[in-house]
């Protein structure tokens, strides 16, 4: 068997998916860091040190944070178009991975949950919790308003961390587990949020004491 080195399509996915996980790593992995460490840290600090800490913290989580989830999402829409929209030698247009006999695949079902919730995350990124922390630390909101614009920063956040539970499902399903079942896809859900909420529940005593 080959390496398949001359067959651009498999060798081009296998990378986006590289690129895809490997960015997603990144931005969840900050939501994560944002979720069940900084919201306990940032109960623990006074006034003056938040002054000191979160001018040099935040900035820089929130690079990461928001880049890694423009490439998650520009990988991810390459992925879809090259998985569902587009056949090799065929050209553009639904695969058999999309649409099978007439109707949508159970596949194609568990992306377009995969991705309905992930791209509600996205968008949660980049039109609320960024705009809304830009402001806050360049100063340009104080007061009331950066009260505010805070509130709102968390509650996107939060909703942003209850998503990834059951988008991840709706990521891996589609390769790994192929059919779609209604209740396998419910069950999923389910444990998608329960294990967010375990994870919030547990940041309250998880590494308090050594
Ligand atoms: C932002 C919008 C996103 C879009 C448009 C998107 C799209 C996709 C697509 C089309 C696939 C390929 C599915 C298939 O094999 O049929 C995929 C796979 C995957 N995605 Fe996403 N995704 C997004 C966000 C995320 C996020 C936030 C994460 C994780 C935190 C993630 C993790 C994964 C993983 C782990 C895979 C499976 C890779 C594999 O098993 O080969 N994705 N995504």
């Known amino acids: 068997m080959g390496l398949a080195l001359g067959d651009f399509y498999s060798n081009?996915?296998?990378?986006?998916r590289w690129?895809?996980?490997?960015?997603?790593?990144?931005?969840?992995?900050?939501?994560?860091f944002f979720n069940f460490v900084n919201l306990q840290l940032q109960a623990s600090l006074d006034d003056d040190a938040k002054k000191i800490v979160n001018p040099q913290l935040m900035p820089r989580a929130l690079w990461w944070f928001r880049w890694g989830a423009m490439i998650t999402f520009i990988a991810g829409l390459v992925?879809?178009?090259?998985?569902?929209?587009?056949?090799?030698g065929q050209g553009f247009g639904p695969t058999a991975l999309f649409r099978s006999e007439g109707h949508i695949t159970g596949r194609a079902i568990w992306i377009l949950f995969g991705m309905s919730f992930a791209v509600m995350m996205w968008y949660n990124v980049w039109f609320k919790i960024w705009p809304a922390q830009k402001k806050i630390l360049s100063k340009q909101a104080t007061g009331d308003?950066?009260?505010?614009?805070?509130?709102?920063?968390?509650?996107?956040?939060?909703m942003n961390t209850y998503l990834s539970g059951p988008m991840l499902f709706g990521m891996l399903a589609p390769s790994h587990y192929?059919?779609?079942?209604?209740v396998t896809l419910g069950v999923a859900t389910a444990v998608g949020l329960i294990v967010i909420f375990r994870c919030y529940h547990l940041s309250k005593s998880a590494g308090k004491t050594v």
């Open 178 to 182: 192929g059919s779609l079942n209604v």
């Open 12 to 16: 081009f996915n296998l990378l986006m």
């Open 19 to 32: 690129l895809h996980v490997f960015a997603a790593i990144i931005w969840v992995g900050h939501l994560y």
């Open 145 to 158: 308003e950066a009260t505010k614009l805070r509130t709102l920063a968390a509650k996107r956040s939060r």
């Open 79 to 88: 992925l879809f178009t090259m998985i569902y929209m587009y056949t090799p």
